[in-house]
């Protein structure tokens, strides 16, 4: 394993709501200096969790909201933040009634995923969310969000649809697909 960079210095060089960008100075064991910036998110750091929530034995609920990133409206998996003394599968749980308008009575944490993690401390909880029922809360989304489907054998099509381009949302995605298939649960 190698060793990582010590850091010489570290300072919070801009801030806005949602985020500050901190400067890194590091030094390497070879000697090199390098100064790194990254994005790391305010507020509480408990994370964030992303639902792969199946439908039946072949779809996965998408939903559609507008996202100001892309300013686009754009299909992914329901998601959103874990709030404080809430463990994984509660936030799973909780975000799928909030955002897709449906339980699940089964919930497994698969894996945890980064985006971008040569300038972003931010990660994700990927959750597979099985035996759905209809239940809603009341979320922080300024408006409904459209609730879609998508067959994981369909996959391939998916990456050409016009308002999916969450790259997170199309890992979580071909993971469940493969572990399913692999456990010979994905519906034939």
């Known amino acids: 394993m190698r060793q990582k960079p010590t850091v010489i210095a570290r ?18 064991s070879n000697g090199a200096e390098r100064t790194y910036e990254r994005l790391v998110g305010r507020g509480t750091g408990h994370g964030a969790v992303m639902i792969v929530a199946m439908a039946d034995d072949e779809h996965v609920l998408l939903v559609e909201e507008y996202c100001g990133g892309t300013s686009e409206y754009e299909l992914s998996l ?4 874990i709030e404080p003394d ?12 909030e955002e897709a308008g449906f339980g699940a009575r089964k919930l497994e944490h698969l894996t945890e995923l980064s985006l971008s993690p040569g300038y972003m401390s931010q990660k994700i909880q ?11 809360l009341p979320g922080d989304e300024p408006e409904p969000l459209r609730v879609d489907m998508v ?4 996959l391939s099509a998916l990456i050409q649809h016009p308002q999916f381009s969450e790259g997170r949302a199309l890992a979580a995605l071909y993971l469940v697909r493969d572990l399913l298939e692999q456990r010979g ?3 034939r």
């Open 185 to 187: 649960e994905l519906a």
């Open 151 to 154: 067959s994981l054998r369909e």
């Open 78 to 81: 329901p998601k959103g933040l």
């Open 11 to 28: 300072e919070i060089v801009a801030s806005s709501r949602l985020f500050r960008v901190e400067e890194i100075q590091l030094r390497f």
């Open 126 to 136: 990927v959750v597979l969310a099985r035996d759905l029922y209809p239940q809603s």
């Open 86 to 97: 809430e463990d994984v599968l509660d936030a799973a749980n909780r975000e799928l009634q």
